[in-house]
């Protein structure tokens, strides 16, 4: 065996990292609740995908002459948004069948006739109703056109210039934030309590001791807490991959560039989100010596957590309101808040930098004075050691 | 030479230590005992840079322990301190690298204690799966895996069977052989008095005695006599000057002669009793040394 060396603090912490990250990948907890997460967005993106084909989608049988009739009601059904499928019918019987069983949507009869009729089974939507009075008229309008001897009509196409190209209603860009934000609430709650799992599991075992006599505190506690956050970088990455990937090919988003956007500032507010509250959670872990007593400490911490979530989420429907606006540069609510805010638009680029620097700053003195707390409460195992009891400890 | 010196700590009111100073020379089993809150722990953590002393400081090879040096020092605290999920080979690896050892040697280091501790074959089980006898072998091959100069353990015989400590003992001797210091606490004073080259005895947070076994013994030789005398009627030695009865059972009488006492005028005594079967000086035990320096008042045992 070779002479063991110092190991440098960049190796220890490494070595500690790699230990959480090769535990914790393993864990049944993590690979569980990763599954969950994902499935949930796989899940939703394919239920956003059967509803948005189902609106779209108009089937519509045909009693009669179909050549003419058909070519009109797709064309119709193209001008309304609708997707038209005709379908040929024999006679009045069958079309009533066929309305009845659902296998149209409605069906058409005597459409190139003098008195036309749509049957449907309770009610007729909004596409159906003008597709098929489109189409009807069209060929109404055409025939009488002709029988008065004119078969050509100069009918102006209506120019649409785009004011502020490639913008979308809000709607859809504030959704993609909330889909993230929920992620990211997700995944904050879930590797700070592992942070904080972690922490205690040192304590009440002991181990603790063992591992500060090879090194520091602020060693062990920046291992734990860059292990776990690079195992919860990795598995947010894996779910915005495959939720921008799912969301362009089952065509979701009319933008995908705002999409790919909102996913990097996600993954940027994670990153801030995650420092701040792993520090937090790892601190006030620190002060108890049983998984027991661990709800009581963390509990505060997550009600700020859940808070920012519920006022993100409010945000969404009022992305420009003043709680938006306030709780966005709020420390530890501000990685929540702010993607949203800048998902709905009209974020300065000073604001959005206000409220990253807030945070940085929250981030260092939580780091600081969490580090305190952690390396002052870290040895004393019995009980659960108060805030300032931690603070005065001597620090090794 | 492993040497604590002048050793102070108060935790708030509560003086701990108060002046603890013994040395370890290597290749030699040092044995700490004292009462429970003697603060045993306390200077074993000290030593480890667990808390930081008062006064006084702790020596390996003329130079104050540092964190660099700390990680020479194989180490098992008080309670134990395993994780309980994690695989054992792992874990003894993983504590090989944080002091030091290449992820290569290691391992190859870990798998070869683990064998000579007998746990080749629960590598693969997670700590907790294992009894405690076998988690305190893991323990033991945590602290030797990366060839310590020196070790400190904190009650490691506690709670193990006699085939696991006889098995534990083995091991330590084989360290001292190999020119380890050891230290150890331990509240097993038989054991103390048979595995360790020298001992000291910690009460009120000092050194109330240290030395070799001998030297102890010696330190209260000539004091206890033990003397048979069937036929003797209860209290036939009441009227000797010097001499206190510390135990009496059927003739079988063990007695604390005060310095200057004659043990002849005794044997005397005895002889008009009738027939004496035994009359000897009795080497007291661990166990007596240690209730009796525990049991006086500070200024004498100092």
Same mark, same amino acid.
């Given at each position: ?110 459409? $190139? *006739?003098?008195?036309?009729? &749509?049957? %449907?089974?309770?009610? #007729?939507?909004?596409?159906?109703? /003008?597709? +098929?009075?489109? !189409? ?85 506690? $920046? *291992?734990?807490?860059?292990? &776990?956050? %690079?195992?919860?970088? #990795?598995?947010?990455?894996?779910? /915005?991959? +495959?939720?921008? !990937? ?93 993607? %949203? ?10 604001? +959005?930098?206000? !409220? ?41 | ?302």
């Amino acid at each position: 065996m070779t002479a063991p060396r110092t190991p440098g603090s960049g190796e220890l912490v490494r070595l500690v990292a790699g230990r959480e990250l090769s535990t914790r990948i393993r864990d049944k907890t993590f690979l569980i609740s990763s599954a969950i997460i994902l499935l949930l967005v796989l899940g939703g993106m394919v239920f956003q995908a059967v509803i948005a084909s189902g609106a779209d989608d108009v089937t519509i049988g045909l009693v009669g002459d179909t050549a003419t009739l058909k070519p009109a009601l797709v064309a119709e059904g193209t001008a309304v948004g609708a997707d038209v499928t005709v379908v040929g019918l024999d006679d009045e019987a069958a079309a009533r069948r066929a309305v009845t069983d659902g296998d149209v949507d409605g069906a058409l009869l005597d459409g $190139a *006739g003098a008195s036309p009729r &749509l049957l %449907v089974e309770r009610s #007729a939507g909004s596409s159906l109703t /003008a597709t +098929v009075q489109g !189409a009807v008229s069209r060929l109404a309008v055409g025939r009488q056109l002709s029988a008065a001897g004119i078969d050509r009509l100069d009918v102006p196409d209506v120019g649409v210039t785009e004011l502020h190209p490639g913008s979308d209603p809000t709607g859809e860009r504030t959704g993609i934030a909330v889909v993230g934000v929920i992620v990211l609430y997700a995944l904050l709650i879930l590797i700070s309590n592992f942070v904080a799992q972690g922490v205690v599991e040192e304590k009440s075992t002991r181990v603790v001791e063992l591992l500060l006599s090879a090194m520091k505190p602020w060693q062990l506690l $920046a *291992g734990k807490v860059v292990g &776990l956050g %690079v195992l919860g970088l #990795a598995q947010i990455v894996a779910i /915005a991959v +495959v939720g921008v !990937a799912g969301a362009l090919i089952f065509d979701l988003v009319s933008l995908p560039g705002q999409l790919i956007g909102t996913a990097f500032t996600v993954l940027a507010w994670f990153v801030l989100g995650y420092a701040f509250y792993a520090s937090v959670f790892a601190a006030g872990a620190s002060l108890v010596s049983r998984q027991e007593d661990l709800a009581g400490v963390i509990t505060p911490m997550t009600m700020l957590l859940v808070a920012g979530f519920f006022v993100a989420l409010r945000s969404a429907s009022d992305p420009t309101g003043l709680l938006a606006t306030v709780t966005s540069y709020v420390p530890g609510l501000s990685p929540l808040v702010m993607p %949203v805010r800048m998902a709905g638009g009209g974020v300065a680029w000073w604001e +959005v930098l206000l !409220a990253v620097g807030l945070q940085l700053v929250a981030i260092a003195l939580v780091v600081r004075l969490g580090g305190r707390i952690y390396a002052g409460a870290l040895l004393r195992t019995s009980g659960r050691t108060t805030i300032r009891e931690a603070l005065r400890a001597e620090r090794l | 030479m492993l040497e604590f010196d002048g050793l102070h700590k108060s935790f708030g009111d509560n003086h701990v230590l108060d002046g603890v100073g013994f040395a370890v020379a290597p290749g030699s089993m040092f044995g700490f005992c004292g009462s429970n809150g003697a603060g045993k722990t306390t200077t074993m953590r000290i030593a480890m840079g667990l808390v930081r002393a008062d006064a006084g400081e702790v020596r390996w090879r003329g130079v104050p322990l540092d964190q660099e040096t700390r990680r020479r020092i194989g180490y098992m605290p008080e309670e134990r301190g395993l994780y309980p999920k994690m695989k054992v080979g792992e874990q003894v690896t993983y504590f090989a690298r944080l002091h030091g050892v290449d992820a290569g040697a290691a391992a190859k280091a870990a798998a070869e204690w683990l064998g000579r501790l007998g746990l080749g074959e629960r590598r693969g089980d997670p700590v907790e799966k294992l009894s405690l006898g076998n988690q305190q072998r893991v323990q033991l091959a945590a602290a030797l895996v990366s060839r310590p100069e020196v070790l400190i353990l904190d009650e490691p015989f506690s709670g193990l069977d006699p085939v696991g400590v006889d098995s534990l003992a083995e091991g330590l001797l084989d360290q001292v052989r190999a020119g380890v210091p050891v230290v150890f606490s331990s509240h097993q004073l038989d054991l103390v008095e048979r595995l360790c080259d020298s001992v000291g005895i910690l009460a009120r947070g000092r050194m109330v005695a240290t030395g070799t076994v001998e030297e102890l013994r010696r330190r209260d030789a000539g004091r206890l006599l033990r003397v048979v005398v069937p036929d003797a009627p209860q209290g036939w030695m009441a009227a000797l000057p010097g001499v206190r009865v510390v135990s009496e059972q059927a003739g079988d009488t063990l007695l604390e002669l005060a310095a200057g006492a004659d043990d002849q005028s005794v044997l005397a005594a005895a002889v008009r009793t009738g027939r004496v079967t035994h009359f000897a000086w009795r080497e007291p035990t661990l166990v007596e040394l240690f209730r009796e320096v525990v049991a006086a008042p500070t200024e004498e045992a100092a």
